[in-house]
């Protein structure tokens, strides 16, 4: 049972990242405007670190039952944690809990606590 909750925290993960990208073009991107062009294609990038990085951890997290070594489960349960933790307070803190991004990395962890 703890590994469907940890693939379901990755399945989720993914999910989360992926909307967290799109939204950032359509509705971030689209309307900012950040000059020198190159800065903006900086920023974007850069917001686009943590979609890919959301992502990696979510395949982690998906791939961790298969992963034979209990330390190794334990440290990627731990790091993932802290990774969407961190994103989940600042998206709390930024927005004043007003978006649902701190709710959804909750949920995230959530199930990966419960997995551990």
């Known amino acids: ?3 469907l909750f940890l693939q379901a925290a990755g399945i989720a993960a993914i999910a989360v990242a992926l909307i967290h990208g799109i939204l950032g073009e359509v509705r971030v991107f689209a309307r900012a405007t950040i000059e020198p062009a190159r800065l903006r294609t900086l920023i974007r990038a850069c917001w686009q ?4 990085a959301w992502i990696c951890g979510g395949v ?3 791939a961790t039952p298969s992963v034979a070594s209990a330390p190794a489960r334990h440290w990627i349960i731990i790091t993932m944690s802290v990774m969407y933790g961190f994103g989940m307070i600042g998206n709390f803190w930024v927005l004043r809990g007003r978006h649902f991004g701190w709710a959804a990395l909750g949920a995230v962890i959530t199930m990966a606590i419960i997995g551990y």
């Open 49 to 52: 670190i943590g979609t890919v």
């Open 60 to 62: 982690l997290l998906i």
């Open 1 to 3: 049972m703890r590994d």
